[in-house]
């Protein structure tokens, strides 16, 4: 009988002492972020619906444009300092699905750098490619110049070459 209630309260203590597992979903498009540069940072959503960009990599999943991830996640501190944020690590990929042309997002952009090229008649967004009119190309490589915060508002396109289609720019 000792040795039962011993097990179970080990049991316990261990549980409670191990990573818990969240869930979350990995968005379909990576947003510009700056931090010591620019830089396109995963977009994650939790089970509490608080979404968060992530600069640095998430540890095991690299995302996709135009497909978003389901996954359970632990957040690893080995740090020790309560305040740190740790690091994800993706425990498991519970499912993937491919966004549908259109499926919207929004970019905020800071003043901090420069974010656009032109590419021809469209624009890249730190070498990656974005579909949009001559109008909204001219506005938002404007706006970039400007050096003011500003919004734009895309979706995605279902072209892994073009992934990404600006709609509109607009200030925030």
Avoid: K
């Amino acid at each position: 009988m000792r040795g039962t209630i011993w097990s179970a309260v080990a049991t316990t203590l261990l549980i409670g002492c191990g990573d818990q597992v969240h869930t979350g979903t990995i968005a379909w498009y990576r947003t510009p972020c700056d931090a010591i540069t620019a830089h396109l940072c995963a977009v994650m959503t939790d089970e509490t619906g608080t979404s968060t960009a992530f600069y640095n990599p998430i540890e095991g999943y690299t995302p996709t444009w135009g497909v978003e991830a389901e996954v359970r996640y632990t957040v690893d501190d080995a740090s020790g300092d309560p305040d740190a944020v740790g690091a994800y690590v993706i425990e498991q990929v519970v499912a993937t699905r491919t966004v549908p042309a259109g499926a919207p997002a929004a970019w905020y952009l800071s003043p901090t750098w420069t974010w656009f090229a032109a590419d021809g008649d469209q624009l890249t967004l730190l070498g990656v490619p974005v579909t949009c009119t001559a109008a909204v190309c001219a506005d938002v490589l404007a706006r970039d110049e400007a050096g003011a915060p500003f919004v734009i508002d895309v979706e995605a396109t279902g072209d892994p070459a073009r992934p990404v289609r600006a709609i509109a720019a607009h200030a925030p």
